[in-house]
């Protein structure tokens, strides 16, 4: 694994549309919640990433 690869994990992802961080669809209280953009002048806002 690569030190590029190592400072990915524990991040949320990157929206492959507008390049704004995701955050989680469900409350904090949730696991494993997928990850939705969240910037609504995005054409994938509420879209999972």
Known sequence: MSDWDD???GRAPI???CG???LPAE???VLD???VCEN???E???EPV
């Open 40 to 42: 609504p002048g995005c």
């Open 15 to 17: 929206c492959p549309e």
């Open 7 to 9: 400072a990915e994990i």
């Open 33 to 35: 919640s997928p990850f």
């Open 20 to 22: 704004v961080t995701a």
């Open 27 to 29: 409350t904090a209280n």
């Open 44 to 46: 994938a806002f509420g």
